[in-house]
């Protein structure tokens, strides 16, 4: 286990290099450059421009500004935001725990319905069940986030007032950050109300992040289902007289998590792109917003320190997957 | 280590605030952005300013509300000599600094300050030149500070004189600019010894109608009433910004009732404002120009009647109805009409396709194809760039020029719109700083700025016209630059650089309690004015 692990975390060196690369070529593909987006209408001289670029380091070769990005990442410097100036990584962990709240409320409810949801259609194949949970499923998969999230703010906060419309608590509380993790920050502070309204600013948002994830997950339990069910093993189970629920609930669904965790997993990918758009309409103090707000400014350091550090975790995350299928399935326990 | 001061610093605050209950008047501002910092001097961006050198910091001079007139500010008196070299400015007294739980002031405000706040700016050996690595300051160089100040001196406590290189008409407005805000010198000492000199962008001191209690990234910023301001006490107690970047969801919370005040909302709500008992809207006559310059350095474009004959083809009054959804005036001139020096007696080009096409004619140019660029970016000056290519394409089929829509990504944009003999005429605007219409004039139109990085885009350069704004820029008797002004307009006119399409009304939505806000023609957004009633 311990070797398949290393092994494992090997494997992410190249791909991590990989990544600096990916992200350093991507932001500088792109036209534009920080120094003329920050002068805007007004432009710059070019003595003033050589003058700034040379004192951000931008006038040496691109492939001894790589090989600098690299050197100062082996030193754990990943770089100051041209905008802010702050360290990319202090400005990463401030806003890093808002995103992760927001995914992992989403993941639970994208899982706590998705799974029973795919169940039961996969039970009560060509039932009115499962042809309006599938339907629904394939709109939400193609739902457009922006607008889907604008929508809801409209009616459940304009129309019908019962949520609030964008933020993470009420601004009439104020406490001090300890986790980052609104939920807990707001227990912790003892303040009345504090984790309800906490608790009442997620509702859209992750409902809105949850969307896709969740018609995935239910579409890809029910085929799961599916196929075990027409498994021997099961049929066997029938056979033997066990009870309906026991051969569903232990024999069917167990084998059929597995390709369903993989997709859980594979969601975390999903969960980081639909955050951009999600945290955006409500102003949301995540990374996905961050990396927005980098990415039109051309803020190169954010940009590649940034995708860099989601990438990790990302990596992180599917390793962690790839580890609980042993506990799920012995067959593929890893030795 | 830095992240530690800074996170100490916020939590600190923080539990300092929430000892006490928030205050009865809480007054929340939807802002659309985040600040850059709260330093004012390195950054460039309205947002920045409205949090911090709006908010925290006052400046020698400052702009009357609601008006681009000066009036003194922490500077109560200035004196100019003859030549117009010296300005001699006479320090308020008795003016407290804000205090935070790092910082105490132990005496008020004074010309160690002023010298500070420019030094720093102006001298790359001064300590706090890069007191963050990278650190520049762009508006000082880009209004030139640096070649205008020979030289700033300690007079007494309460006393400073500046000395200038060549007379400047606007150097008051320049220092009434949030980058020139008023910095204690005691606190960056204070810092230094601290050993957290980035706390001066983190943790702002200053002496403006709000002290910065604490700011969450992307978030939150909030300010509680400095009791000890030396002008009117603001009437709020505590001043929130709740971030908020996208216009629908901003106005969602106005109407809610989450925020008080919003800027900038989508020129297709402003009827849905006006309808909702809840709302009001202020809206005034933007200080700004959208226009599209020909490069009068390309023929046929660098003949005067081709362009004036082009620009009687353009229905302006059809693009401000469809692209600014009627929230605009069309522009005569290159400055807008609330802007001082307008010269009114200038005739509109008249829309008149018949004669346009005539004069193209009479000019010998034939089955004209010309580019016409539309910026990929909507701007206080122009909400939709692209639609107003497509007018401009559709008048200008009527006369039979053809014209092909170019756009780039926006910085590359403002890049390839400045290269010389760049084909095609660009879509693009201004919004002024200051309020003096050498701000317009000299910075868009200059042959000074008909240079590659200038902003120059009809690469347009007519000596007399340079000559006459040069002058009205030294000459300090207000009369007289009027004067010259309104003659620069008429050479503006005579040779038609560019098609000057419209002013863009500034719209500002608050609830319907909301008291006291005034709109600045800048743009800015204060608040040391407001009220909320109940």
Same mark, same amino acid.
């Given at each position: 286990?311990?070797?398949?692990?290393?092994?494992?975390?090997?494997?992410?060196?190249?791909?991590?290099?990989?990544?600096?690369?990916?992200?350093?070529?991507?932001?500088?593909?792109?036209?534009?450059?920080?120094?003329?987006?920050?002068?805007?209408?007004?432009?710059?001289?070019?003595?003033?421009?050589?003058?700034?670029?040379?004192?951000?380091?931008?006038?040496?070769?691109?492939?001894?500004?790589?090989?600098?990005?690299?050197?100062?990442?082996?030193?754990?410097?990943?770089?100051?935001?041209?905008?802010?100036?702050?360290?990319?990584?202090?400005?990463?962990? =401030?806003?890093?725990? /808002?995103?992760?709240? +927001?995914? @992992?409320?989403?993941? &639970?409810? !994208? #899982?706590?319905?998705?799974?029973?949801?795919?169940?039961?259609?996969?039970?009560?194949?060509?039932?009115?069940?499962?042809?309006?949970?599938?339907?629904?499923?394939?709109?939400?998969?193609?739902?457009?986030?922006?607008?889907?999230?604008?929508?809801?703010?409209?009616?459940?906060?304009?129309?019908?007032?019962?949520?609030?419309?964008?933020?993470?608590?009420?601004?009439?509380?104020?406490?001090?950050?300890?986790?980052?993790?609104?939920?807990?920050?707001?227990?912790?502070?003892?303040?009345?109300? =504090?984790?309800?309204? /906490?608790?009442?600013? +997620?509702? @859209?948002?992750?409902? &809105?992040? !949850? #969307?896709?994830?969740?018609?995935?997950?239910?579409?890809?339990?029910?085929?799961?289902?599916?196929?075990?069910?027409?498994?021997?093993?099961?049929?066997?189970?029938?056979?033997?007289?066990?009870?309906?629920?026991?051969?569903?609930?232990?024999?069917?669904?167990?084998?059929?998590?597995?390709?369903?965790?993989?997709?859980?997993?594979?969601?975390?990918?999903?969960?980081?792109?639909?955050?951009?758009?999600?945290?955006?309409?409500?102003?949301?103090?995540?990374?996905?917003?961050?990396?927005?707000?980098?990415?039109?400014?051309?803020?190169?350091?954010?940009?590649?320190?940034?995708?860099?550090?989601?990438?990790?975790?990302?990596?992180?995350?599917?390793?962690?997957?790839?580890?609980?299928?042993?506990?799920?399935?012995?067959?593929?326990?890893?030795? | 280590?830095?992240?530690?001061?800074?996170?100490?610093?916020?939590?600190?605050?923080?539990?300092?605030?929430?000892?006490?209950?928030?205050?009865?008047?809480?007054?929340?501002?939807?802002?659309?952005?985040?600040?850059?910092?709260?330093?004012?001097?390195?950054?460039?961006?309205?947002?920045?300013?409205?949090?911090?050198?709006?908010?925290?910091?006052?400046?020698?001079?400052?702009?009357?509300?609601?008006?681009?007139?000066?009036?003194?500010?922490?500077?109560?008196?200035?004196?100019?000599?003859?030549?117009?070299?010296?300005?001699?400015?006479?320090?308020?007294?008795?003016?407290?600094?804000?205090?935070?739980?790092?910082?105490?002031?132990?005496?008020?405000?004074?010309?160690?300050?002023?010298?500070?706040?420019?030094?720093?700016?102006?001298?790359?050996?001064?300590?706090?030149?890069?007191?963050?690595?990278?650190?520049?300051?762009?508006?000082?160089?880009?209004?030139?500070?640096?070649?205008?100040?020979?030289?700033?001196?300690?007079?007494?406590?309460?006393?400073?004189?500046?000395?200038?290189?060549?007379?400047?008409?606007?150097?008051?407005?320049?220092?009434?600019?949030?980058?020139?805000?008023?910095?204690?010198?005691?606190?960056?000492?204070?810092?230094?010894?601290?050993?957290?000199?980035?706390?001066?962008?983190?943790?702002?001191?200053?002496?403006?109608?709000?002290?910065?209690?604490?700011?969450?990234?992307?978030?939150?910023?909030?300010?509680?009433?400095?009791?000890?301001?030396?002008?009117?006490?603001?009437?709020?107690?505590?001043?929130?910004?709740?971030?908020?970047?996208?216009?629908?969801?901003?106005?969602?919370?106005?109407?809610?009732?989450?925020?008080?005040?919003?800027?900038?909302?989508?020129?297709?709500?402003?009827?849905?404002?006006?309808?909702?008992?809840?709302?009001?809207?202020?809206?005034?006559?933007?200080?700004?120009?959208?226009?599209?310059?020909?490069?009068?350095?390309?023929?046929?474009?660098?003949?005067?009647?081709?362009?004036?004959?082009?620009?009687?083809?353009?229905?302006?009054?059809?693009?401000?109805?469809?692209?600014?959804?009627?929230?605009?005036?069309?522009?005569?001139?290159?400055?807008?009409?609330?802007?001082?020096?307008?010269?009114?007696?200038?005739?509109?080009?008249?829309?008149?396709?018949?004669?346009?096409?005539?004069?193209?004619?009479?000019?010998?140019?034939?089955?004209?194809?010309?580019?016409?660029?539309?910026?990929?970016?909507?701007?206080?000056?122009?909400?939709?760039?692209?639609?107003?290519?497509?007018?401009?394409?559709?008048?200008?089929?009527?006369?039979?020029?053809?014209?092909?829509?170019?756009?780039?990504?926006?910085?590359?944009?403002?890049?390839?719109?400045?290269?010389?003999?760049?084909?095609?005429?660009?879509?693009?605007?201004?919004?002024?700083?200051?309020?003096?219409?050498?701000?317009?004039?000299?910075?868009?139109?200059?042959?000074?700025?008909?240079?590659?990085?200038?902003?120059?885009?009809?690469?347009?350069?007519?000596?007399?016209?340079?000559?006459?704004?040069?002058?009205?820029?030294?000459?300090?008797?207000?009369?007289?630059?009027?004067?010259?002004?309104?003659?620069?307009?008429?050479?503006?006119?005579?040779?038609?650089?560019?098609?000057?399409?419209?002013?863009?009304?500034?719209?500002?939505?608050?609830?319907?309690?909301?008291?006291?806000?005034?709109?600045?023609?800048?743009?800015?957004?204060?608040?040391?004015?407001?009220?909320?009633?109940?």
């Amino acid at each position: 286990m311990l070797r398949f692990i290393l092994a494992k975390l090997l494997y992410l060196i190249p791909t991590m290099l990989g990544i600096t690369l990916v992200a350093f070529g991507f932001i500088r593909l792109l036209p534009g450059d920080p120094v003329l987006l920050m002068a805007g209408e007004r432009g710059v001289s070019p003595e003033r421009y050589a003058q700034i670029a040379a004192q951000l380091g931008y006038d040496k070769p691109i492939w001894q500004q790589y090989l600098n990005y690299l050197g100062n990442l082996l030193q754990g410097d990943l770089g100051n935001s041209l905008v802010t100036k702050k360290p990319v990584l202090a400005e990463f962990l =401030a806003l890093f725990p /808002a995103t992760v709240e +927001l995914a @992992l409320v989403a993941i &639970v409810i !994208a #899982t706590v319905i998705g799974v029973p949801v795919g169940v039961i259609a996969a039970i009560k194949r060509g039932s009115w069940f499962d042809q309006i949970s599938m339907t629904g499923a394939l709109i939400g998969f193609s739902m457009p986030i922006f607008w889907w999230g604008l929508l809801l703010i409209i009616f459940f906060s304009g129309v019908l007032g019962w949520t609030p419309v964008s933020g993470r608590i009420s601004l009439m509380y104020f406490f001090p950050p300890v986790t980052g993790f609104m939920l807990i920050d707001s227990l912790l502070s003892g303040q009345d109300g =504090a984790f309800a309204s /906490a608790l009442s600013h +997620l509702i @859209l948002p992750s409902v &809105v992040l !949850a #969307t896709i994830p969740l018609a995935v997950i239910a579409r890809q339990t029910r085929s799961a289902m599916l196929e075990v069910m027409g498994e021997d093993y099961v049929r066997t189970a029938r056979a033997k007289g066990l009870p309906t629920r026991r051969v569903i609930g232990v024999h069917a669904l167990r084998n059929a998590m597995i390709p369903v965790i993989t997709t859980i997993g594979l969601q975390i990918g999903v969960l980081m792109a639909g955050a951009i758009l999600t945290e955006t309409i409500f102003s949301w103090p995540g990374i996905g917003k961050w990396m927005i707000d980098s990415i039109s400014r051309r803020d190169y350091p954010v940009v590649q320190s940034g995708l860099l550090l989601i990438a990790a975790i990302v990596m992180i995350v599917n390793l962690i997957v790839d580890l609980t299928y042993g506990l799920i399935n012995p067959r593929i326990r890893h030795k | 280590m830095s992240i530690l001061s800074t996170r100490f610093l916020a939590a600190s605050a923080l539990v300092l605030m929430a000892a006490t209950p928030l205050s009865a008047k809480t007054f929340v501002y939807c802002s659309e952005g985040s600040p850059e910092g709260f330093d004012p001097a390195p950054y460039t961006a309205g947002t920045t300013f409205d949090a911090s050198g709006h908010a925290v910091y006052n400046r020698l001079v400052q702009f009357k509300p609601g008006t681009t007139e000066i009036e003194p500010a922490l500077a109560e008196s200035w004196d100019v000599s003859e030549d117009g070299l010296t300005y001699t400015f006479h320090l308020r007294q008795g003016v407290k600094f804000h205090s935070n739980d790092k910082f105490t002031p132990t005496r008020d405000f004074n010309a160690d300050d002023v010298i500070f706040t420019f030094m720093r700016q102006a001298s790359a050996e001064n300590p706090w030149h890069e007191y963050i690595p990278g650190i520049t300051y762009e508006y000082y160089s880009s209004m030139e500070m640096d070649k205008l100040i020979k030289s700033i001196e300690k007079v007494d406590d309460h006393t400073v004189k500046f000395t200038l290189n060549q007379p400047e008409a606007p150097f008051l407005a320049n220092v009434a600019m949030p980058f020139v805000s008023i910095l204690s010198k005691e606190y960056a000492d204070t810092l230094e010894a601290a050993g957290t000199r980035e706390d001066l962008n983190n943790a702002p001191i200053g002496t403006g109608p709000f002290k910065f209690v604490a700011y969450q990234k992307d978030a939150v910023i909030r300010y509680q009433k400095n009791a000890d301001y030396w002008g009117e006490a603001p009437k709020i107690d505590d001043l929130v910004f709740a971030i908020t970047p996208d216009a629908s969801v901003r106005l969602q919370k106005l109407k809610a009732g989450e925020c008080h005040l919003m800027p900038y909302p989508s020129p297709a709500d402003i009827a849905d404002i006006k309808a909702d008992p809840n709302l009001q809207l202020l809206e005034q006559a933007g200080l700004n120009v959208g226009y599209l310059a020909y490069n009068t350095t390309v023929a046929p474009f660098d003949k005067p009647e081709v362009r004036k004959a082009l620009n009687m083809a353009i229905d302006k009054k059809a693009i401000v109805d469809a692209v600014y959804q009627g929230s605009a005036v069309v522009a005569k001139n290159p400055i807008p009409p609330t802007m001082w020096g307008y010269n009114d007696s200038i005739e509109e080009d008249k829309y008149d396709p018949e004669a346009a096409k005539a004069a193209l004619e009479a000019a010998g140019v034939k089955d004209l194809t010309m580019e016409v660029w539309a910026m990929p970016v909507q701007r206080p000056y122009m909400p939709n760039a692209r639609r107003t290519a497509e007018l401009i394409q559709n008048d200008f089929s009527k006369i039979g020029v053809k014209v092909d829509i170019v756009s780039y990504e926006w910085g590359e944009y403002l890049k390839k719109s400045m290269e010389e003999g760049r084909k095609g005429a660009v879509i693009l605007g201004w919004t002024g700083d200051n309020g003096d219409p050498d701000n317009f004039l000299s910075v868009l139109l200059s042959c000074a700025a008909a240079t590659p990085g200038g902003a120059n885009r009809a690469y347009w350069c007519n000596q007399e016209f340079s000559d006459i704004i040069a002058k009205a820029k030294t000459t300090s008797d207000h009369a007289e630059r009027v004067k010259l002004y309104e003659q620069a307009q008429v050479i503006f006119k005579q040779d038609e650089p560019w098609a000057t399409l419209a002013h863009s009304t500034q719209y500002v939505p608050m609830r319907k309690e909301v008291t006291g806000f005034v709109q600045s023609p800048l743009g800015d957004y204060t608040f040391e004015t407001v009220d909320l009633t109940e």
